[in-house]
């Protein structure tokens, strides 16, 4: 069963289970968020982004393509950690070799601080997200000309004519719209703290009880949910959606447990991404 959220202006459809399969659609932005299942309507996307090459959050790649295949679609582009880039070419050749039929992905290899253009104004940047097996996180964003501060309360004409004269009235920012963060040490937020401020972040959580202790999260290169709860006045996101939560819990335990365990401030924000979570809280 898939699960749905809005979180702010964007959509984030799809399951995750930690340990057992992770693919999440954002429509708005044509991205799909790793593939570790083999999503029939996901399989449109032209644009997959894999986090690393653990088989929950990549092994369902090459059923993606045979979908592509019989409703005719091309290779896709695949952005991932530069590391994984020839393995993940190898058993795509593998599979093709095994299932007798072509197979083809457009491999887009990243390192930590790449940015790439996606399309018109959308930019992707990778961070370096912290597990046993080269990872990444992704940071899509906007880069947008505004009017720089000093020439904000010229009249319009005035503006226009400093414009023809080729002054240089404008500058690009950045705006940080939504970030991809999983299988990770929490530590990642303090290398990487404009993931506060991205308008979502979608964020792991495996661990959330005291029978596995934020040691055996870091131990195991996951986040607890007590980790999160510590630093709940640092999230400035306008959405924060927690996902990939331990198996080993039930979706009415997750809820229940973050209800108990953040601050309001933070609840109010909080996305969960559980099977049956196709609703928020607030």
Not at 18 to 35: F, H, K, N, Q, R
Not at 188 to 206: A, G, H, K, M, W
Request: one cysteine or more; glycine letters at 6%; aromatic letters at 8%.
């Amino acid at each position: 069963m898939l699960t749905e959220v809005q979180a702010g202006p964007y959509t984030v459809r799809g399951v995750s289970v930690g340990g057992v399969y992770t693919s999440l659609l954002v429509p708005e932005l044509g991205v799909l968020l790793d593939a570790g299942i083999p999503i029939r309507s996901f399989a449109g996307a032209d644009r997959i982004f894999l986090s690393h090459g653990h088989a929950d959050h990549a092994s369902a790649l090459g059923s993606l393509l045979g979908i592509r295949a019989l409703v005719g679609k091309g290779p896709p582009l695949v952005y991932l950690p530069a590391e994984i880039e020839a393995p993940v070419q190898e058993a795509i050749a593998a599979l093709a070799r095994l299932h007798r039929m072509k197979a083809e992905i457009h491999t887009v290899p990243l390192r930590p601080g790449d940015t790439t253009k996606l399309q018109q104004d959308l930019w992707v940047r990778a961070f370096r997200t912290h597990h046993p097996v080269p990872s990444l996180g992704y940071q899509f964003l906007r880069r947008v000309s505004k009017l720089k501060p000093e020439y904000r309360e010229l009249p319009p004409a005035d503006i226009g004519r400093r414009r023809l004269a080729g002054e240089p009235l404008f500058e690009e920012v950045e705006r940080l719209e939504l970030a991809y963060c999983t299988d990770t040490l929490s530590n990642v937020l303090e290398r990487q703290p404009s993931l506060f401020d991205s308008r979502v972040l979608i964020l792991e959580c495996t661990f959330i009880d005291a029978e596995r202790t934020v040691r055996d999260a870091q131990e195991r290169a996951h986040i607890h949910l007590e980790e999160i709860a510590s630093m709940a006045d640092r999230f400035q996101n306008e959405a924060l959606v927690l996902m990939h939560f331990s198996q080993a819990y039930s979706p009415a335990q997750v809820h229940a447990t973050l209800k108990a365990r953040l601050p309001a401030s933070l609840l109010e924000r909080v996305r969960v991404f559980a099977p049956d979570s196709g609703r928020w809280f607030g």
